[in-house]
């Protein structure tokens, strides 16, 4: 019988219209094509035309259609009706919850701006948050920066004018070796997966260093399963083998770095360390032409790298002179270093050696004429076929600062930064720290703050201390305890105003941060800080407002909840002021729009500040006349002006046909969505590589707005402001830190880089395996586990023990553990797994969940089987018996040390879930529908 | 039974790169948004928000640790759909011709109208790639998005399936086997591209590219003794160092 095949339509009708906006179901910001049907998102695909992903789409943007149908979405304002964590609410109107807000906050501006802690999470509209914080008058604003990855930009920019993921990117078209240090599966989502497939395609090589071979590491040609902690090491011994070797761009040293500036060498000086500059305080150089010194920027100039400068009997010696003292010592050595970091000396070597094969041997010309800042053009592009990328992984360690320095310094001597096949940096970078601001905190009644609240400082001159020297931050950020925390200590902030350290505060006000749950160390500690009263009565930290799209962990802990919209209902702008969209080869920004409009009484975060400020009389947010200023959000992206024709969106602006800089444009906002809701300028050729040093990239920039003038920089091999604090320390100038951080500050701010080992604070010698977290690339913190769909993929998280810990302790897969750290114990299922360093266990981060919390039933496996490592780890360490509150984050940055945890790990009987395992909370939501079948068109 | 054609005038089928493949999902959640909207019923999730959520998906993504006589262990990530079998068993086994493959492309399809929902497919397919929906009862699998490579409503260069639109590393290709010249074919050719479990006689169309050799800058690997030139050192001493910067610079 012959089958009769059915005929059916290949050419279905696909959707009504095709909305163009920016994903959020992580900080990728993808550009997505939201199909509509009958009104409704029928399906999420990557925009094409888009520069981030063009038209791929990770699993998290294509399951978005389950996050804007998600149950666990807020439906109203809240006000707290029952005890705090209790979860007894009730539905007020925004009427309500506007005045409640502006009942609190009134009377603390009028008094004293600083009690409010004003904190964002996940926050990807940090240039207006700041600017409504900055107009409130507090110092105590930041966003997430701060346990994130502040060591890695805080690293970069202080040591070149940017770093990794929104500042940089490998030139994916012309490298030929790309190095991958620690955990970065989704910074940089998206794009460094379209990499490593691009480079593969080429037959280029990818070696991931990571404790866990997992995604990029598993694909990666060469796994180097590094002790953690020790990466800083391993990049110092690399540096040690090339310096020796000579596999170093002695020229790119001499012209675009500090390598031939000349470092103070009188021992007596007040100076002493710091580089010599002449009177308009340029850096000096000796010129190997004339022999004399010379400011390093001058025409002709050709700097010495080995010159030494007598004067008065003292010789002044170069950067590159110190670094090779440094560097060549046999403490660098492979063989040194070897059994610290798990690597071999040999495999070291071998490492080191493909590096400057490919460096140079593999070194190529691009056929482009430029000119640098000294005038002087360059008939050709030099490449150099090498780049790296790292995030969290390196920086989320107490010495991960220094690391994340080492690596920039490894780019750098290998002369693979801005050039064709190494890193390059995205407008608005390269951008040295001495352009950004620097951290403001003089606070008055009744008066917006005296500037900008983050920024780099230069020396102890710009910390953000009171008169009595004590911090004026609550997360200490920019005191002492941690001089160059560039994005603030969010993770310090409940613990402190608990502890009234430095002081107390009135309101605690946060958005997007799960600080109750997966967002804080010590999650049990901050729940009971968020709860606990005094004698009188009253609760610790009187007034939280937190404003979040779901019922995440954190609702039940405020008093008043701001329900947000999610990300398809509402404007946004991902603004050259804040974290843009750039690439290597141009500038672009990009907006969301409410492709649908809210089904609920929710209303976008920042349009609800635009009315909070308004109501608060705040100048940014008032008319002369006193009314409110900016309808919404969508309002205040059009109209606001940072400086006159300088707004948060760069392109059509004018008439429709400025870019960076022009007049308002009331029909903005339609030509970004006419035009896919992104806008793109490219760098011309000639422009687009050299950019720190390149006259043409400079003059593109200031006519971008980027800059107001030209500034060409030298790379910061050496970082003058760190060894002014040195010189504090030394007892040096007025400005002193107290006695108890003198040896620390001497010890950790070198102005070169250096390791030390983070094991002894934590009591290594104890607790001697390292237990990590990673993020899987189909989920992002807890948002995913919401998701109906993402939830399937990753709905528990056994904590993955390597074979020999297995065996050492009798586990078998399925087992139970408890693991101990010098803070807390829980007690988890184990799986085990063989492409594992062998004394690190590790699980995926912000699966487990609150039993009531997402809308989930309690029984869900993310409740039951799932944990959070965050149980183990404080935000102070341990005791050292001084009765000082010693914090667990980076001396230099404040930068959350997650992965400086150590434990120790025993079989376990089973029992019947994690443990710890915590009380429900009352669902503000109820729960999910049992069965989906999602289909809008019909 | 259905019979199977005796050949088809085209083989799609996809190239997926093992090689490449991050283990992201990216083409499971594609493939779920886009079939749960369009051909036949949607891809039903039951106890969605509870504690045993069990959904349909056409392609899931598996990882396998591999455990080298030499060397480090290694995780390999392995989609796995409907590889579109020119003997495949899972049509020739259904008793009421729903299941069927296309004479003009080879695609392997369900006709959910015709389908009982007996699971005989599914228990033949030696790969586990069909999936029986738990709410409409009949059995789901990959269409290679036949909905989507000749639809006229799509710009033509969307007209592949979506987890090929979607794959951020572009592990996925897709492409005409029949056709010595495709992209598919020559990259089947150039890397080695293999069979899911040839002995089973399904005769798949769609091909892995094996991974790579691994860690092969490693003791024991061989480029150990090429590359030691590399690091000869220029000094033993800093001072030494430094009379190489001067004479290096000299070339400047």
Redesign the interface.
Known sequence: ???Q??K???????SDEVRKTTCYMCACRCGINV?M?DGKV?????N?DHPV?Q?????????G?MQVNA?SRLRAPLKRVGERGSGEFEEISWDEALQIATDWLAPIRKDDPSKLAFFTGRDQSQSFTSFFAQNFGTPNYAAHGGFCSVNMAAAGIYTMGGAFWEFGQPDWDHTKLFMLFGVAEDHD??PI??G???I??RGARV?GVNPI????N??????V?ITPGTDGLFILSLVH?L?????ID??YL?QFTNAPCLINGDEKSPEFGLLLRDDDGKELVID?ATGKLTPFDQKGV?P???ATHRHAGISHRTV??HM??RY?SDEYAPEAVAERVGI?A??I??????I??VA??EAFELDQEWTDFRGETHKTMQGRPVSFHSMRGISAHANGFQTCRALHVLQILLGTVEVPGGFRFKPPYPKPATAHPKPHCGVQPDCPLDGPHLGFVQGPDDLALKEDGTPARIDKAFSWENPMSAHGLMHMVISNAYAGDPYKIDTLFMYMANMSWNSSMNTRGVIDMLTDKDENGDYVIPRIIYSDAYSSEMVAYADLILPDTTYLERHDCISLLDRPICEADAAADAIRWPVIEPDRDVRGFQSVLCELGAKLGLPGFTNEDGSQKYADYGDYIVNHQRKPGIGPLAGFRGDGSDTGRGDVNPDQLDRYIENGGFFVEHIPDGANYYKPWNAAYQDWAVGMGLFDSPQPYLFTLYVEPMRRFQLAAEGHGDRQPPDHLRERIKATMDPLPIWYDPAPDNHGDQYPITALTQRP??MYHSWGS?N??????H?HNPLYLPTKLMRKNGLSDGDWAKVTSPHGEITVPVLE????NENTVWTWNAIGKRKGAW???E???EA?KGFLLNHLIHELLPPKGDGLRWANSDPITGQAAWFDLKVRIEKAPAPAESQPAMEPIKSPVG???????????K | M??L?TSTDRKLGLVIDL????????C???C???N????G???????????D???T?LNRVH?Y?V?PEQG??????FPKSCLHCEDAPCVTVCPT?AS?K??EDGIV?V?ES?CIGCGLCAWACPYGAREMDA??KVMKKCTLC??R??????PE?DREP?CV???????RHFGDFADPDSNVSKLTAERGGMDLMPEQGTKPVNKYLP??P??????GAG??DI??P??????Q??SG??G???K??EK?
């Open positions: 019988m012959t089958f095949q059915p059916i339509n290949t050419s279905p009708h696909v199909h049907k029928a399906y999420i695909e990557g094409r992903n038209g791929v789409l990770c699993a998290k943007g294509s399951a259609i149950p989502s998206n997966k379209m490593i497939g691009k593969k395609a070696i071979r997992t995604g990029y598993a694909v990666a040609d060469d796994w399963g083998c310096m020796k070797a000579g596999k002695v020229n001499a190997r050709k010495d790298l080995t590159m002179q090779a003292e060549l071999s040999k495999r070597r071998i490492l080191a050696a493909e400057a094969r140079f041997d690339m189909a919401q109906a769909w993402l939830r399937q993929l709905g797994m063989a492409a594992l809308a989930l039933d029984n869900a496996p039951t729960k999910g529908p049992k069965q989906l079948a999602w289909k809008v068109g | 259905t019979t054609p090689d490449t493949c991050v283990g992201c999902h990216a499971v959640i594609s779920k948004g886009w749960t909207e369009n051909y019923a949607p891809l039903a999730d039951t106890d969605a928000y509870g504690s959520p069990s959904g998906f990882s640790e455990q480090e262990a290694q995780l390999i990530h011709g069927y296309r004479v399809l006709n015709d709410v409409e036949v909905d490579i000749y639809n006229e409503n799509l260069e979506a639109r979607t794959c951020p590393a572009g592990a991974p790579r691994k860690d092969t800058l490693s003791e480029d150990i590359l030691a590399y690091l000869e050192p220029v000094a001493e800093a160092f430094l190489w910067l001067d290096t610079l400047f």
